[in-house]
């Protein structure tokens, strides 16, 4: 698959690194959908790449471009060897996640917390820039627990932008570091999108992109007409895939009438040749179709579709007539 991605616009619109979801197999679904939209891995740590399998972490499809590698850590000189590690594997751009609220990353010194020490990111970010001449972003919150004076993430933004960052990628939440599940910290506290659009104002010359609560074309349009220069989306893209689609319309098509979307069987039909070589690789076809089932969200039958592909028994066939099947059902052929 030939990507259409535009330097121009790297980062309009991009879904989120999201733990247990955006695996390889998501993204290359996603990339079918819409071919500008900016993907990111789930979060990697720099421990995992130094210690493990960086061939295990790191391979994708090059369909998947334009591609992110999203790690987690804290020590500059093992970042910067994770970033060499991501370079070498084609990635597009290295982001490090300042914005995980859970326990578990806390133990390692990373994610939210980190914006307590903007110093510390500062050598991240430059030990980084210095390893690879990819970009190098910052996925970070507004603030964390009780601090919500604007001054804390614009002199985070400030001290981190001087290390050579240009791109901050704003979850416009809080994250409360004890008290809140992960789950809850994505809802609990309040979106405060001005924070975004006012570090746009005394950052022009930064790529501010906006996540947070983006669920609806009005919300984002909007968002998107105040100045900033993209947004980030998360649970939407997982549970209601054909937005993508939609986005690619949307946000990416310039002409007066843009070209009809693609149909959602178009799609399955356009995913089952990277199946069937991942299946003779002995990839359980649950690991695939787990990704899918959102795609006909809202649309007649679509549950049916939902339970074809989430049956274990079905599953256990290893085979992509499983999916022609879905599609028999959606068009009422069975």
Same mark, same amino acid.
């Given at each position: 698959?030939?990507?259409t ?5 790297p980062? =309009?619109?991009?879904v989120a690194?999201?733990? #247990?979801?955006?695996?390889r197999?998501c =993204?290359?679904f ?17 421990a ?37 590690l991501g370079?070498?594997?084609d990635?597009d751009?290295i982001?490090?996640n ?5 326990a578990r990353?806390?133990s390692?010194?990373?994610?939210a ?7 510390? *990111? ?9 390893a ?5 972003t910052?996925k970070?919150?507004?603030? *964390?627990d ?7 993430v ?5 001290? *981190?932008?001087e ?9 416009? =939440? ?5 008290g809140?599940?992960?789950?809850e910290?994505?809802?609990i506290?309040?979106?405060?999108y ?8 005394d950052?022009?010359q930064?790529?501010?992109v ?7 074309w009005?919300?984002i ?5 105040t ?6 989306v ?9 937005c ?7 946000l990416?098509n310039?002409a007066?009438?843009p070209?009809?979307?693609?149909t959602? =069987?178009? &799609?399955?039909?356009?995913? &089952? ?20 089932l959102g ?24 085979? *992509?007539?499983?999916?022609?099947e879905?599609?028999a059902?959606?068009?009422? #052929?069975?």
């Amino acid at each position: 698959m030939i990507s259409t991605f535009s330097s121009a616009t790297p980062y =309009r619109f991009c879904v989120a690194p999201m733990l #247990d979801w955006t695996d390889r197999h998501c =993204r290359y679904f996603h990339r079918l959908l819409s071919p500008q939209a900016r993907l990111y891995t789930e979060m990697v740590t720099a421990a995992a790449l130094y210690y493990g399998d960086a061939a295990k972490h790191l391979d994708f499809d090059a369909a998947e471009h334009p591609l992110a590698l999203q790690l987690g850590g804290s020590d500059p000189a093992m970042l910067a060897h994770a970033a060499r590690l991501g370079a070498r594997w084609d990635y597009d751009e290295i982001n490090l996640n300042c914005g995980c609220p859970s326990a578990r990353v806390q133990s390692g010194s990373f994610g939210a917390c980190l914006m307590k020490e903007p110093t510390l *990111v500062a050598d991240c970010v430059r030990a980084m820039r210095d390893a690879v001449t990819i970009p190098v972003t910052v996925k970070h919150r507004i603030g *964390v627990d009780a601090i919500e004076d604007y001054g804390f993430v614009r002199d985070f933004v400030g001290a *981190v932008h001087e290390a050579g960052c240009d791109v901050f990628i704003l979850h416009a =939440r809080n994250a409360i570091l004890s008290g809140l599940s992960p789950k809850e910290n994505r809802e609990i506290p309040p979106l405060r999108y001005e924070a975004a659009q006012q570090l746009k104002r005394d950052f022009p010359q930064c790529t501010i992109v906006l996540n947070g609560g983006l669920t609806d074309w009005t919300t984002i349009e909007a968002q998107l007409a105040t100045g900033i220069d993209g947004v980030m989306v998360g649970r939407w893209a997982y549970h209601q895939p054909y937005c993508l689609a939609e986005a690619e319309a949307r946000l990416f098509n310039s002409a007066a009438l843009p070209p009809p979307l693609p149909t959602r =069987r178009a &799609i399955i039909e356009a995913m &089952i040749p990277y199946i069937e070589t991942q299946l003779r690789q002995s990839v359980p076809l649950r690991a695939m179709t787990r990704h899918l089932l959102g795609l006909y969200h809202g649309q007649p039958r679509a549950r049916w579709f939902r339970q074809r592909l989430s049956d274990s028994q079905q599953l256990e066939r290893q085979s *992509v007539e499983v999916l022609r099947e879905a599609l028999a059902l959606m068009e009422g #052929d069975v």
